[in-house]
């Protein structure tokens, strides 16, 4: 796609290696919902520039096939900035607007990696949201002690953060969480910075729970 002038500009003020997402953040408070203009900044496939692009599109045009050109684009970069892209995505756009949240919820058993992380990840968020009322959480926890373990690493994770967070906010089932993580092992010998919180459920959860009761 060729840029307008305005794409340009603002593409070359983008920087890999100086520009924060508070940096975009500004910059997007101050273009507002521009659709198209995030498409040309999409269409520079650069990782700085997409980011930007999530924040300004306007999530009422996105739809099935749009966001399959997303999850295709985001298969070229490497697989950090691909997990952060389609994470910032879920965040940012689809789980705003319920009739994406309608798609998500159909992406369980997705041919797409990413779009399976997002059934996960966005089963989670609603927990975090404070939203425990979900009628599904004995299914998930099925699937996840059944099919976690054959699961890609990026949708794994997720699985693995639905889980902690049905057992840090639900504490009938905090029990049953923590022994997914006994049984599995997952990320049991994973090393985390300092004042980061391990993703092995039996750590994961007693902490996360330690801090609702400070």
């Known amino acids: 796609m060729k840029l307008s002038p305005k794409a340009k500009k603002i593409f070359s003020e983008i920087n890999k290696e100086t520009t924060k997402l508070g940096d975009l953040r500004k910059i997007a408070k101050e273009l507002k919902k521009d659709h198209n203009l995030a498409l040309e900044l999409w269409s520079t496939g650069k990782f700085m520039p997409r980011q930007l ?62 779009q399976r992380r997002v059934f996960w990840y966005y089963q989670a968020r609603l927990r975090w949201m404070g939203k425990t009322d979900q009628t599904n959480t004995e299914y998930l926890l099925n699937t996840i002690e059944s099919k976690m373990l054959d699961e890609v690493p990026e949708v794994q994770w997720a699985m693995n953060f639905t889980a902690g967070q049905i057992g840090k906010w639900q504490e009938q089932y905090r029990a049953r969480c923590i022994s997914i993580g006994e049984d599995t092992g997952l990320y049991k010998d994973e090393m985390v910075a300092k004042n980061c919180v391990p993703s092995y459920l039996p750590l994961f959860i007693p902490i996360e729970v330690a801090k609702l009761n400070k």
């Open 53 to 114: 692009a999530i924040l300004i599109m306007d999530k009422k045009l996105l739809d099935q096939e749009l966001i399959d050109q997303f999850d295709k684009d985001i298969q070229q970069h490497e697989y950090e900035e691909r997990l952060h892209l389609i994470d910032w995505l879920m965040a940012n756009q689809l789980s705003k607007d319920k009739k994406i949240i309608t798609v998500i919820e159909s992406w369980e058993d997705s041919s797409s990696p990413l």
